[in-house]
């Protein structure tokens, strides 16, 4: 089955400092990408929608200059954690469909655990 | 997209069928209802999706209602591996939009 792969699995790092996560769909492309936030025992929250060539769509309440999208190619879409703070310690999981394959599954990335310190 | 509404837990014997059931009383004809399940610290694994026909695949049965209110996701044989929290999602066909996620159900299953 299709597979998007995502990187790092998990992360470390200081308050004030910036982290990049990327997101791959590892054999198909796609147009569209969806970025998720789960904290403990939560459900995931859907953060931005990523455009390949365009500019990302963010939810109500998602600061899209503290969370910059980059979706630069068709399989690779990157998450920037800005000036990060503890309590943006979360899991980020990404997800991609199919380009043109609307009706179909979603995939889902392994996830990645951020945490700052 | 459509509400669902899932009980919050459930367990289930290892080696029984499990039956999540999903209420998605407000549905509308161009919506789907997808199943996914999260392991912990894992990403969702999608199990299975379905329009008004019943599907099988090589993970579970999907029985929707006739009239589409409501829907069951069946494990036929659950084991240890199988536990996790379980998403029913309710999804238009139309356009390239994202899955929603409510609560879900955390299925247990028990040696």
């Known amino acids: 089955g299709a597979v998007v792969s995502q990187h790092p699995s998990w992360v470390i790092c200081k308050s004030g400092t910036s982290v990049k996560i990327e997101c791959r769909s590892l054999?198909?492309?796609?147009?569209?990408m969806f970025w998720y936030r789960q904290f403990p025992k939560q459900s995931l929250m859907l953060m931005a929608t990523s455009n390949e060539g365009s500019k990302a769509t963010y939810e109500q309440g998602v600061e899209k200059d503290k969370f910059l999208i980059n979706h630069a190619s068709l399989t690779l879409s990157t998450l920037t954690v800005t000036s990060a703070h503890p309590e943006d310690s979360s899991f980020y999981i990404c997800?991609?469909?199919?380009?043109?394959?609307?009706?179909?599954?979603?995939?889902f990335g392994q996830g990645t655990r951020l945490t700052v310190v | 997209d459509a509400k669902t509404t899932q009980p919050p837990s459930m367990d289930c014997a290892e080696g029984r069928a499990a039956n999540l059931p999903c209420n998605h009383s407000t549905i509308s004809g161009n919506e789907y209802v997808y199943w996914y399940r999260q392991i912990h610290s894992q990403g969702p694994q999608y199990i299975i999706h379905g329009l008004k026909n019943n599907e099988t695949n090589e993970m579970a049965s999907l029985i929707i209602t006739e009239d589409r209110k409501s829907s069951t996701l069946i494990l036929p044989h659950a084991t240890l591996r199988d536990t996790a929290v379980y998403y029913c999602?309710?999804?238009?066909?139309?356009?390239?939009?994202?899955?929603?996620f409510g609560k879900g159900t955390r299925l247990s299953v028990i040696a």
């Open positions: 999602i309710v999804r238009s066909y139309s356009g390239n939009t994202p899955l929603v």
């Open positions: 054999d198909f492309q796609a147009t569209t």
């Open positions: 997800s991609a469909r199919r380009t043109g394959w609307d009706n179909t599954e979603a995939f």
